[in-house]
């Protein structure tokens, strides 16, 4: 009967309900007996971890949960306490009494408040989101790429660049850990890494001082996965989807006495197409026309990648961990492409035709490997000592063969280009935090990352003998070196409700760029310090406040800096900028999350003043080309309001919705030319999550990124509407889920330049967006661990 009403409605399934158990408690302090009012009390379904039920303790610690028949298992959380997990309630017929629970002291937390109103989906806490994309029914098979664009606040658009709250300058880590694929720049970085071996995905936009300061929007936190569940456990997922879309992977894990070993593994073929058009419009000084044409691309690119990763945790003993763990990523790709150049006289006739058809190999190597050690002391579990290494070598060529035929000329152009790149990457980080009593607690720790570069780019053109010659204007190597050392300290204390975190980090930065053809270098060493601040406040049953502050930079990826890029379209080169310099901000948040009796609301408002802003300007040359530069522009003020919902509308419907408003002043100028910009925008994000049976559920999620003004034009709307179901298979140790991205295909860049010498129209999609994709993952022994007694 519900299916029926879904099918007729989409929204209004029939739903019958079991007879409620009432579940009670009474929550107290651990050190004295007193009781624990404004505690949160969450139940979760054992069987696939969703959430029951939720309810807030009385000012006496009491508190009642209502559940339908069946096996649960109890999260208990309070601000500046340890989580309190209690297993197996099986509700039956009659109430369960759990009688006094206590809830032990682990000093300040003020990181740990959080509600979940959905586990499948978002825990929302008020510095930071977690994302649980095992969940997410629309992301399942796909890419990280593809799962970033379905977390709230985050943007990926059709390129593959990342965007937090509208602004660009985003760090993205790796269980807390840079990783080279992610920090070079690469547009395909993130398709190239499987989402089956993603956990989950933290959005923190107001980082601390013990966060490295990269990242002026904020940071992004790739959680890999990972069980210390004992025995052994995991996952095994397989994918089909169109467009060519084939993979496998598995997740296990095997915890034996003092030792945990875990290992993911995710292999997929994908193919995908892509391009574009544009109109472009060149002027002279009286604005006369001197040139105009247009510009179709057409592309398939794609190939084979997979990542493995290998690891255990030793527990020596109770107070000292040691982990290790190795991760390799490979991918072949052939890229295809087609550029087609129509030249038009001023009455927009014909005049010639140009075609450039390129064939590209391109293949990345990554190798990451970590060493951790962690020293928890005898006097509290918050008395933390950790020190962590980690290496990279990272190495990507793409070598491609370019024919170009135009009307009128009888023998083709023949060009080759060569880009390789080497990567080395070194992390040594410690880190010490010591609880001096229940209210104050005292952090620091030191980093340095030692990152070297080489980039060499080549384009050679065969003569009318048939030999190649260099073509000395794309000819060059790059040697970039990045040695930065940090160090931060930090305090916070509780005082009653209220939480204050203050924190000061230092970083020296010595970064050099040099091109060894050119033989020309950029030095730059700089000191700086980062402040942070954070008040956390609790100001009612239910209302949770805080207000935050932190200073950032923004280095330019190391990408910005090259010579060149590619040589698919030379009429419209991107090329870099090696005398590039940080972006700073200073960023101000104030947060309101408030408690729901069936979800959470967080209301959130921001300010960011940006100095040396980085903007990329078309910038149009005298032979009809333009070339796409990177400069430091001049400053930025934004400002935005944010509010994330999540709410279980009925037992078997549930919504979550993320609504951004923004705007912006820029001002700047290049060349004497102002490009001073007012930018007013927003972005939503809908999703609506219905449990058509106990083995059924089903998603549709719509997001839309409204237009705005740029430096130079306007960049145009962009809206996407995902669907997906899932349907629990095997007696529920598997889960088979169908889903559909961008099912009319409207995730497209398209962008308006409007200057007085130059103008353009174009539309373009890296990849095509849409696709539909099959997954089935089946789970060995995954349940829920017991709580520690």
């Keep these: 009967m519900r299916l029926f009403y879904f099918f007729q409605f989409l929204v209004w399934p029939f739903v019958l309900s079991a007879q409620a158990v009432s579940v009670e408690g009474t929550l107290v302090q651990d050190s004295d007996g007193q009781p624990l009012g404004f505690a949160t009390a969450v139940a979760y379904r054992q069987a696939d971890s969703t959430m029951a039920a939720n309810a807030t303790t009385a000012n006496d610690g009491t508190f009642t949960l209502n559940l339908e028949p069946g096996t649960y298992y109890l999260e208990i959380q309070f601000l500046g306490y340890d989580d309190l997990l209690i297993p197996d309630v099986i ?23 959080e509600v979940t109103t959905e586990r499948s989906q978002m825990v929302m806490k008020l510095d930071k989101r977690v994302f649980n994309v095992g ?31 509208g602004s660009n300058g985003v760090r993205i880590l790796v269980d807390g850990k840079p990783s080279a694929m992610l920090s070079s720049g690469d547009l395909d970085a993130l398709r190239r890494m499987q989402g089956d071996i993603i956990e989950s995905v933290e959005v923190i936009t107001n980082p601390s001082a013990r966060y490295e300061a990269e990242g002026e929007a ?37 915890r034996r006495n003092q030792f945990n070993l875990f290992s993911n593994f995710g292999i997929a073929y994908q193919r995908s197409p892509g391009g574009g058009s544009s109109d472009q419009r060149f002027f002279d000084d009286d604005g006369s026309l001197l040139e105009v044409y247009e510009t179709e691309t057409d592309q398939d690119r794609g190939g084979i990648g997979g990542n493995f990763q290998l690891g255990t945790d030793w527990f020596i003993n109770d107070y000292n961990q040691l982990t290790g763990s190795l991760l390799y990523r490979r991918s072949e790709d052939d890229n295809f492409t087609v550029v087609t150049y129509r030249d038009l006289d001023e009455d927009r006739n014909p005049v010639s035709t140009t075609v450039r058809d390129t064939e590209e190999e391109s293949g990345n190597q990554n190798l990451e490997s970590s060493l951790a050690y962690k020293r928890t002391f005898p006097d509290d579990d918050e008395h933390v000592w950790t020190v962590d290494a980690q290496y990279i070598l990272d190495d990507d060529l793409e070598l491609s063969d370019i024919v170009q035929t ?34 104050l607690k005292l952090e620091g720790g030191v980093r340095a990352t030692f990152r070297t570069v080489q980039n060499d780019y080549q384009v050679t053109e065969a003569d009318a003998a048939g030999n190649y010659q260099v073509v000395g204007a794309f000819d060059d190597e790059l040697e970039y070196t990045e040695n930065i050392a940090a160090a931060y300290f930090i305090g916070s204390t509780q005082l009653g409700p209220l939480g204050i975190q203050a924190g000061l980090r230092g970083e020296l930065s010595d970064v050099t760029a040099t091109l060894l053809r050119a033989e020309t270098t950029n030095e730059q060493d ?31 990826y190391f990408r910005l800096l090259l010579p060149f890029s590619n040589f698919n379209d030379p009429r419209n080169n991107t090329v870099g900028n090696p005398t590039l310099r940080p972006e700073y901000t200073d960023s101000y948040e104030a947060g309101w999350l408030r408690y729901l009796d069936n979800g959470s609301l967080l209301a959130s408002v921001y300010y960011r003043y940006t100095t040396g802003i980085i903007e990329r300007l078309v910038l149009p040359a005298d032979d009809g080309t333009t070339i796409e530069f990177p400069v430091n522009l001049g400053n ?28 912006a002043q820029v001002e700047g100028s290049y060349q004497e030319i102002d490009y001073a910009v007012d930018i007013t925008s927003w972005s939503g994000r809908a999703a609506s999550i219905l449990d058509l049976s106990d083995r059924l559920q089903a998603q549709v999620t719509f997001d839309y990124n409204a237009p705005q003004n740029t430096a130079q034009g306007r960049r145009l709307s962009t809206y996407a509407l995902d669907v997906g179901a899932s349907l629990d298979v095997f007696q529920g140790k598997g889960t088979l889920t169908l889903s559909g991205r961008d099912l009319f295909n409207t995730r497209i860049d398209r962008t308006i330049v409007d200057r007085p010498d130059y103008q353009s129209t174009s539309e373009f999609q890296w990849r095509q967006a849409r696709q539909v994709v099959l997954n089935l993952v089946y789970r060995l022994n995954q349940d829920k661990p017991a709580a520690v007694q």
């Design 218 to 254: 904020g940071i992004i936190n790739i959680i890999l996965k990972k069980n210390q569940q004992r025995g052994i456990n995991g996952s095994f997922g397989a994918t089909l989807g169109y467009p060519e879309n084939f993979g496998a992977s598995y997740s296990l894990n095997y």
């Design 135 to 165: 969940k997410d029914l629309t992301g399942a098979g796909n890419n990280a790429a593809d799962i970033l664009n379905n977390v709230p606040s985050v943007n990926v658009d059709p390129e593959g660049n990342v965007s937090l709250r």
């Design 91 to 113: 509700a039956a017929d009659e109430a369960i009494d759990l009688g006094t629970l206590r809830l032990g002291q682990g000093g300040v937390a003020l990181e740990t408040i």
């Design 636 to 663: 930025r003020d934004a400002y935005g309001v944010e509010l994330n919902v999540n709410y279980d509308l009925f037992d078997w419907w549930k919504f979550t919705s993320d609504f951004n408003l923004y705007t």
């Design 526 to 556: 700089y000191f700086n310090l980062f402040p942070s601040a954070s008040l956390s406040y609790q100001a009612s049953e239910g209302n949770q406040l805080q207000l935050s502050y932190s200073r950032r930079l923004s280095r330019p």
């Design 406 to 439: 135009t009307t009128g000329v009888t023998d083709p152009l023949l060009q080759r280009a060569s880009n390789t790149e080497y990567e080395t990457n070194l992390l040594l980080q410690s880190d010490y935090i010591h609880p001096f009593s229940d209210s």
